[in-house]
C-alpha cells in the first residue's frame, strides 16, 4: 500500500495522532506507531544507536531529533511525506511525554497540554493515589458538569458522581494503581442516558515515587445505545 505525500491538511490528524500515541503507554514505539499510521509502513523511530527494522522501499528520509535529558532519535519517513510539515509538529515533546510517562517520570505541563488539549475525548494522569496530576479541556468539562464526576482539581482523587459507580471505578483503578494490572475498558452509565467509555491503563512501575504518573484514564461519551453493557464487568 503507498500513501500520498501528508499534505498541511493532514497537520491536525498528525496531532491527534501523536497525542494518543503518548497516551498508549508503549513509550516511543507509540509514536512510531501513530507517525505510521499517517504516513506509512516504512515510518519507523528509534534511539539513535539502535537499527531500524528494515525498510520496503530505499528512498527514504531520515532526521534526527534530540529531547533535552532523555536523548536522541532517529526518524525514517517514506519518501515524498512532507518534511516541512513533520518540522513542524512537536514530535520532540511527544517523543519525551511517551518516554517520560512509561517510565513513571513527571512530564512538563507544557508538552502535556501542546499534545493532549487537542484531543476531543477526556485524558486524564493519575498518581498512585488516584489523584489527578492533569486533564486536558474535555476532561475539566466532565469533571466540571457534575453529572458523572464529582468537581476535581488538581491533587484532589478523581470520583464518580454516584456512590455505586464510584465503588465499581475503585475496584477497576486498585490494581491498575497498586499492581500495574493489565489495561481495562468498560462502560460507565450515567443519567439521561449519558455513559462514558472508560479507558484505564497503568503508567511507570509500581515504584515510581508519589507525584509520578501511575495510571492514564480516558472517558469517552458515548449514545445510550451502548447502555445495555454498562453492567458488564471491566475488560481485561
Not at 523511530?45 to 531500524?52: C, D, F, K
Not at 508538552?111 to 488516584?130: I, K, M, Q, S, V
Not at 470520583?159 to 465503588?167: H, N
Amino acid at each position: 500500500m503507498t500513501h500520498p505525500p501528508c499534505p498541511a491538511g493532514h497537520r491536525a490528524a498528525l496531532l491527534l495522532r501523536l497525542g494518543e500515541a503518548v497516551l498508549e503507554g508503549t513509550g516511543w514505539q507509540a509514536v512510531a506507531k501513530g507517525l505510521a499510521a499517517e504516513l506509512g509502513p516504512d515510518t519507523g523511530i528509534a534511539p539513535v544507536g539502535e537499527r531500524l527494522p528494515p525498510a520496503s522501499r530505499a528512498d527514504t528520509v531520515a532526521f534526527v531529533v534530540e529531547v533535552p535529558d532523555l536523548g536522541t532519535w532517529t526518524i525514517r519517513v517514506p519518501a515524498g511525506a512532507d518534511t516541512g510539515l513533520l518540522a513542524t509538529l512537536p514530535l520532540g515533546e511527544a517523543l519525551g511525554l511517551a518516554t517520560r510517562i512509561a517510565g513513571g517520570r513527571t512530564p512538563p505541563r507544557p508538552d502535556l497540554e501542546h499534545l493532549l488539549d487537542p484531543l476531543p475525548y477526556a485524558a486524564l494522569l493519575l498518581d498512585a493515589r488516584g489523584r489527578i496530576l492533569f486533564a486536558n479541556p474535555a476532561g475539566d468539562d466532565i469533571l466540571s458538569s457534575r453529572r458523572l464526576f464529582r468537581p476535581a482539581a488538581f491533587g484532589q482523587p478523581l470520583r464518580p458522581a454516584d456512590r455505586r459507580t464510584g465503588e465499581r471505578f475503585d475496584a477497576a483503578l486498585a490494581p491498575v494503581l497498586l499492581d500495574g494490572a493489565p489495561e481495562t475498558r468498560w462502560i460507565m452509565a450515567g443519567p439521561e442516558g449519558m455513559h462514558l467509555a472508560v479507558h484505564m491503563r497503568p503508567a511507570g512501575p509500581p515504584t515510581a515515587p508519589i507525584g509520578a504518573v501511575r495510571a492514564v484514564v480516558t472517558l469517552r461519551a458515548i449514545g445510550a445505545a451502548a447502555s445495555a453493557e454498562a453492567s458488564a464487568t471491566p475488560a481485561r
